[in-house]
């Protein structure tokens, strides 16, 4: 999507709502077919090939069903939408600390606020005293978190403020 999305800014940044219009109107492939590789390259509409597979991934686009388009600002049903319908769009404000974050539960520790940043919530959990966490996945490469995962505590930086998303919907070319 960063690649063929034109009207947005690409790994440079942009705007939830221009991807999310553009995951309504012409769908994404999953990561098994074209994964993410934080770097700017051409518009594939075919699945990458990879070596150590011996065939090719069949190249299926994802949509959001019509009319079913969300946002969310409940945590129980922000939770719901991803374990019925999967990942949720789910942004946040980025404290000069969260681009070093490497592992463990992300807390923001820092006041310098440098800007504001969108990531795939994924699913939850809870640390050893029952805090809930939520598992993202950011697009800032796999140097952040663990391998591009990462775990934000519940209410840090806006992370649970509101959650986008859709019914998937699924079109085979």
Same mark, same amino acid.
């Given at each position: 999507?960063?690649?063929? +999305?034109?009207?947005?800014?690409?790994?440079?940044?942009?705007?939830?709502?221009?991807?999310? +219009?553009?995951?309504?109107?012409?769908?994404?492939?999953?990561?098994?077919?074209?994964?993410?590789?934080?770097?700017?390259?051409?518009?594939?509409?075919?699945?990458?090939? $990879?070596?150590?597979?011996?065939?090719?991934?069949?190249?299926?686009?994802?949509?959001?069903?019509? +009319?079913?388009? @969300?946002?969310?600002?409940?945590?129980?049903?922000?939770? @719901?939408?991803?374990?019925?319908?999967?990942?949720?769009?789910?942004?946040?404000?980025?404290?000069?600390?969260?681009?070093?974050?490497? /592992?463990?539960?992300?807390?923001?520790?820092?006041?310098?606020?440098?800007?504001?940043? /969108?990531?795939?919530?994924?699913?939850?959990? $809870?640390?050893?005293?029952?805090?809930?966490?939520?598992?993202?996945?950011?697009?800032?490469?796999? /140097?952040?978190?663990? @391998?591009?995962?990462? @775990?934000?505590?519940?209410?840090?930086?806006?992370?649970?403020?509101?959650?986008?998303?859709? +019914?998937?919907?699924?079109?085979?070319?």
């Amino acid at each position: 999507m960063v690649n063929c +999305n034109f009207e947005n800014k690409g790994c440079n940044g942009g705007q939830i709502n221009i991807g999310l +219009n553009y995951l309504i109107d012409e769908g994404i492939t999953s990561a098994a077919c074209n994964g993410y590789n934080a770097e700017i390259s051409k518009c594939n509409w075919e699945c990458d090939s $990879h070596p150590k597979r011996r065939y090719k991934e069949k190249y299926e686009k994802f949509y959001c069903k019509p +009319n079913s388009f @969300k946002i969310e600002t409940e945590i129980d049903i922000i939770q @719901k939408e991803i374990y019925d319908n999967g990942p949720v769009a789910m942004s946040l404000m980025v404290y000069d600390d969260l681009p070093y974050f490497t /592992s463990g539960i992300y807390s923001q520790k820092s006041e310098m606020l440098v800007g504001g940043h /969108s990531v795939r919530g994924i699913g939850w959990g $809870h640390d050893d005293d029952g805090s809930l966490y939520w598992i993202v996945h950011n697009s800032w490469g796999e /140097s952040w978190g663990e @391998k591009g995962i990462g @775990k934000i505590k519940a209410g840090q930086a806006g992370i649970d403020v509101w959650a986008l998303s859709c +019914n998937p919907d699924m079109l085979v070319t």
